[in-house]
């Protein structure tokens, strides 16, 4: 058989349908025992499946409610953020309201659980 140059190969597959394509794949796959999955589906899916495929890294953490201990919100509002007494009264009693933004996965469930712990009622988005 003749060897065909990777242009070749190209016009080959721009000629093919997608389940040729996707035949191909499979046959490819097993004849090399690898696997070609993930970046075919994500290619083939378009760019709205590859940006779900991606874990999210970062959150927002929202205080949906300050609950019956509102006293006890706002002092671990004012531990995680920083706030003087004032500014966090005022982000508690507005609620709901983001109280950190942008923060790790391990930090904001750290600080979901702890304004749990004191009451709130608390969702990451």
Same mark, same amino acid.
């Given at each position: 058989? !003749? /060897? ?7 016009? !080959?597959? @721009? ?11 499979? !046959? ?41 201990? @509102? ?16 500014? !966090? /009264? ?6 709901? /309201? ?11 469930? /750290? ?15």
């Amino acid at each position: 058989m !003749a /060897k065909l140059s990777t242009a070749e190969l190209l016009d !080959a597959f @721009k000629e093919m349908t997608l389940l040729e394509v996707s035949e191909f794949v499979k !046959a490819f796959e097993e004849e090399f025992d690898v696997t070609a999955a993930a970046p075919v589906a994500v290619a083939a899916a378009g760019p709205a499946a590859a940006e779900a495929a991606v874990e999210k890294d970062t959150f927002d953490v929202v205080l949906d409610s300050a609950g019956e201990s @509102k006293i006890k919100v706002i002092k671990e509002v004012r531990a995680l953020t920083g706030l003087g007494l004032k500014e !966090a /009264k005022e982000l508690v009693e507005s609620a709901p /309201k983001a109280v950190l933004e942008g923060a790790k996965k391990d930090d904001a469930e /750290k600080a979901k659980e702890a304004l749990e712990g004191a009451g709130a009622s608390v969702s990451l988005k």
